[in-house]
């Protein structure tokens, strides 16, 4: 997102939570994005992308963060996308689009030679979202997406052995290796499935979940927050387990939201089109109130991820990137307490911060 980040984003540049955009559509920031600036593991250890496009795995000294930068090592160089499974694996898309497992030494478990150990899992990779290491959803510079598999364990051919799931996608957010939401570049979002287990059958089955959608995150097959091409945010709900009626049954959340994290269907935080990020609740388990109960977290926000209601990484418009913590169990004082992790990290679509001229989006998520 130039206003969204890191988190996720979506089709308008909104950071959402959970879905990945392909890398030559900037979206809302969400959460499990491909091409994020920053995945914490934690509160002691995260994975920072450096405006230089390094990247690295940084660390607290005695639980705290605040020596800027702090003990790290690099994981790897020219990366426009990653996606750590632990602190000695991660999946990792270079510059030249190729998509890579990559490990740490085996003995030693720390990330010391660069490029590290790694095999390559495909080529010409617009987006991917990982499943598990031995599975992949991997999205083509041709527009096609694909679901694929590593070979007794290990990935290196290339392409590997895959399935074909969908074309002319915008960005998605897998549930797993057989349900997957789909945002197409019509702006229509659909809930598939593959057929007994398999995807293949094109186009899959599924439902049309919702229409002008910008951003989205799914908590599972029934309900799905929205942000729609008016910037509002909508939680959506199927209809007897399933979706199809346009729009679903609803309530709003809020407007003027370009990045969103939900933690779950009462507690989401929304940033707004001011940069301001809030931690916002349902009344009674239902939203419909706008805006709804909410503290303010922090200003001058580009991306976020948040490890619950009182803990946060915040990445600023500086790009300078934050863990910040709630008092006493509630948000309200602006910055709130915290550390600063580093300095100059990648923040796409700002002027002044490295950016891939193959149009790696503009934010996290926005991803």
């Known amino acids: 997102m130039p206003i969204l980040r890191d988190a996720q984003f979506s089709r308008s540049g909104m950071q959402i939570d959970a879905s990945v955009e392909l890398l030559d559509n900037p979206t809302y920031q969400t959460d499990e994005r491909d091409t994020m600036s920053f995945q914490p593991l934690g509160t002691l250890d995260v994975y920072v992308l450096g405006s230089d496009l390094n990247l690295w795995l940084e660390h607290s000294v005695n639980g705290k963060f605040g020596q800027v930068p702090p003990p ?94 969908e074309v002319n996608l915008s960005f998605f ?49 029934n309900t799905v927050y929205v942000a729609g091409s008016d910037g509002k945010l909508w939680l959506e709900h199927s209809i007897n387990g399933k979706f199809g009626q346009v729009p679903p049954p609803r309530e709003q959340v809020d407007g003027n939201v370009v990045g969103f994290q939900a933690l779950d269907e009462n507690t989401v935080y929304v940033l707004g089109s001011d940069f301001k990020l809030w931690l916002e609740h349902s009344i009674n388990g239902k939203f419909g109130q706008v805006p709804p109960p909410r503290e303010l977290v922090d200003g001058n926000v580009t991306s976020f991820k948040a490890l619950d209601q009182n803990t946060i990484y915040v990445l600023g418009l500086d790009g300078k990137l934050w863990l910040e913590h709630s008092i006493n169990g509630k948000f309200g004082q602006v910055p709130p307490p915290r550390e600063q992790v580093d300095a100059h990290v990648f923040i796409p679509g700002i002027p002044g911060t490295a950016e891939p001229s193959s149009g790696v989006p503009n934010a996290n998520g926005d991803t």
Do not use: C
Not at 95 to 114: G, I, P, Q, Y
Not at 181 to 192: K, T, V
């Open 72 to 165: 790290r090592e690099q994981v790897d160089g020219n990366v426009i996308g990653f996606r750590a499974l632990s602190s000695t694996e991660a999946v990792v898309l270079g510059l030249d689009r190729n998509l890579w497992m990559e490990h740490a030494h085996s003995a030693s478990r720390v990330w010391f030679a660069v490029p590290p150990p790694r095999e390559q899992v495909d080529g010409n990779v617009n987006g991917f979202h990982v499943v598990d290491e031995n599975t992949i959803y991997v999205a083509g510079s041709d527009g096609k997406l694909w679901l694929e598999h590593s070979i007794n364990g290990k990935f290196g051919q290339v392409p590997p052995p895959r399935e074909l799931v």
């Open 173 to 221: 957010q897998p549930l797993d290796e057989n349900t997957i939401y789909i945002l197409f570049l019509d702006g229509n979002l659909w809930l598939e499935h593959s057929v007994n287990g398999k995807f293949g059958q094109f186009p899959p089955p599924g439902e049309q979940v919702d229409g002008n959608v910008a951003g989205f995150q799914a908590l599972d097959e």
